[in-house]
C-alpha cells in the first residue's frame, strides 16, 4: 500500500500550490484522507482533513486559504493551497486512516511527503 503525493514546490508569499495524494495497493476502506505538515523543529500538525462522514477538518491557521477535496472511494485528496504564507512552509504528508482487510483494524498510512516552501 502507497500514497503517492506530489505538488510541492517553491511560491512566493500570496501565491498558490496544489497538492495530490493517490492511494495505490489493495485497501478494503478508507475512513479519512488528509494532510498533515512538519515545519523544521516543529511536530507535525493536521493542516486538514476530509472524512467519509462528510465533515471536513482544518487547523485554524489554514482555515479559508486552504480547500481539501477529494474522494476516499477513490483513493485521491487534494489540497489547494492559497494565500500561502512564510509559515505554510513545511514537508506536506498525505495520510489515510483504512483499513487493508475486511477483519483488520483501521491503521494509519502515510506518504513519502513533498516540499512546500513559501518565501517572503
Known amino acids: 500500500v502507497q500514497l503517492q503525493a506530489s505538488g510541492g514546490g517553491l511560491v512566493q508569499a500570496g501565491g498558490s500550490l496544489r497538492l495530490s495524494c493517490t492511494a495505490s495497493?489493495?485497501?478494503?476502506?478508507?475512513?479519512?484522507m488528509g494532510w498533515y505538515r512538519q515545519a523544521p523543529g516543529k511536530q507535525r500538525e493536521l493542516v486538514a482533513q476530509i472524512r467519509s462522514s462528510g465533515n471536513d477538518i482544518y487547523a485554524d491557521s489554514v482555515k479559508d486559504r486552504f480547500a481539501i477535496s477529494g474522494d476516499n472511494a477513490r483513493k485521491m485528496v487534494y489540497l489547494q493551497m492559497s494565500s500561502l504564507k512564510p509559515e505554510d512552509t513545511g514537508v506536506y504528508y498525505c495520510?489515510?486512516?483504512?483499513?487493508?482487510?475486511?477483519?483488520?483494524?483501521?491503521?494509519?498510512?502515510w506518504g513519502q511527503g513533498t516540499q512546500v516552501t513559501v518565501s517572503s
Open positions: 495497493g489493495s485497501i478494503f476502506s478508507i475512513n479519512e
Open positions: 495520510s489515510a486512516y483504512a483499513r487493508l482487510l475486511p477483519s483488520s483494524s483501521l491503521d494509519r498510512i
